[in-house]
């Protein structure tokens, strides 16, 4: 994905499509299940060979630019996004369902607009491990965000 208006016609496209039946991986960057879509947006290199700091910082640098500027653009269309900390979903006795259990993996924290059609959209940025790539997410899910 190259820029902005990219990443929102990823968005509308995964808002739109029809949930899948059965967990359904679309490519590297793509997946989901009953229930949700997830996608990743933009992803950094990976810190296998290089985990410097100056290194760290610039690509963390770039997927929160790339971030705010989507964010900013669905500012605009729906307003302001709800803060949902992800931390009590690893808390919870019960495993939270996905995406919510993909993204408390690999995110602190989700930006989420609710749509009128039952389903929202949450907006992330996660990293499996200190090697692996940052990623900006977008996360399509129904019924209620908890938390």
Request: some cysteine; overall charge negative.
């Amino acid at each position: 994905m190259s820029g902005t208006d990219d990443r929102l016609a990823i968005v509308d496209e995964v808002l739109a499509a029809p949930f899948p039946e059965a967990d359904t991986k679309v490519g590297g960057e793509r997946w989901g299940g009953p229930g949700h879509h997830l996608c990743v947006l933009k992803a950094s290199q990976d810190f296998w060979d290089d985990r410097s700091e100056e290194v760290v910082e610039a690509a963390e640098e770039e997927i929160e630019a790339a971030r705010d500027a989507l964010v900013a653009a669905l500012r605009e269309r729906w307003g302001d996004p709800r803060e949902v900390d992800l931390t009590p979903f690893l808390m919870a006795d019960a495993p939270a369902p996905d995406p919510q259990a993909f993204l408390c993996g690999v995110a602190g924290g989700m930006l989420v607009w609710p749509r009128p059609d039952g389903r929202w959209l949450a907006i992330a940025i996660g990293q499996a491990d200190a090697e692996f790539a940052i990623m900006l997410l977008a996360a399509v899910g129904e019924g209620p965000v908890g938390a």
